[in-house]
């Protein structure tokens, strides 16, 4: 089993950053790919940015340039480095994970409870 705690949401400015967190607990090998989602409301859950234990790292095109996925070394902690945030970037964050490479797409089986973000103009 994999638990996974984000925080680190809030408020702020358009053009301003954030920085969430997500605190992974369980099975290394499950959580080897990891990745943020986000959701805004009346719309999918999104595909922001993933993660592998070996380090490869994917971008939603809306966001590259902007933000930043990175984890610990010891990987029990994910990071959502945010810049330059857009009023559109509001949403909640989800990180999530699994053994197997789902990319982008919302098919992980371990989630956080989700961080809300808000982004004024």
């Known amino acids: 089993q994999v638990q996974l705690v984000e925080s680190g949401g809030g408020s702020v400015q358009s053009g301003g950053s954030l920085r969430l967190s997500c605190a992974a607990s369980?099975?290394?090998?499950?959580?080897?790919?990891m990745a943020w989602f986000r959701q805004a409301p009346g719309k999918e859950r999104e595909g922001v940015a993933t993660i592998s234990g070996d380090g490869r790292i994917n971008y939603a095109d809306s966001v590259k340039g902007r933000f930043t996925i990175s984890q610990n070394n010891a990987k029990n902690t994910l990071y959502l480095q945010m810049n330059s945030l857009k009023p559109e970037d509001k949403a909640v964050y989800y990180c999530a994970a699994d053994r197997v490479d789902w990319w982008l797409l919302p098919k992980y089986n371990y989630w956080g409870q989700g961080t809300q973000v808000t982004v004024s103009s």
């Open positions: 369980g099975d290394i090998y499950i959580r080897y790919f």
